[in-house]
């Protein structure tokens, strides 16, 4: 069965630092696309970072660039999204997404519609 286990979030202060875990299971992730989204209170969910197996490139949406880093671990076939200077605009339910069929140029929820998703973890950030 395919799955996909996003965890790691809570309440930080602003300017801290959170790393976001996606494990997955029932496919090897890295062999995909990935993406993670994140959907704050009353907004529509937006890309935060997208990877691409094809040709290595990282996406990083404009709300989070130069204050995020996506990695992984194929030993445990985890990925991460690790996020720098956090602030109260960035308090949202991260989600993460990986297929095979995804348009991760567009690192958008459209371009990852076919893609697996995980069930989201909150990042609540006090000023």
């Known amino acids: 069965e395919v799955q996909l286990q996003a965890s790691g979030g809570g309440l930080v202060q602003a300017g801290g630092s959170l790393r976001l875990s996606c494990a997955a299971s029932?496919?090897?992730?890295?062999?995909?696309?990935i993406g993670w989204f994140r959907q704050a209170p009353g907004k529509e969910r937006e890309g935060v970072s997208c990877?691409?197996?094809?040709?290595?490139?990282?996406y990083y949406g404009d709300s989070v660039k130069g204050r995020g880093t996506i990695s992984s671990d194929n030993a445990t076939n985890t990925v991460y999204l690790q996020l720098y200077d956090l602030k109260p605009e960035d308090t949202a339910v991260y989600y993460c997404?990986?297929?095979?069929?995804?348009?991760?140029?567009?690192?958008?929820?459209?371009?990852?519609?076919?893609?697996?998703w995980g069930q989201g973890t909150l990042v609540t950030v006090s000023s």
């Open positions: 997404a990986a297929g095979p069929d995804v348009e991760s140029y567009t690192c958008s929820p459209d371009g990852f519609s076919r893609a697996y």
């Open positions: 990877f691409s197996a094809f040709d290595g490139v990282t």
């Open positions: 029932g496919f090897t992730l890295v062999d995909y696309d």
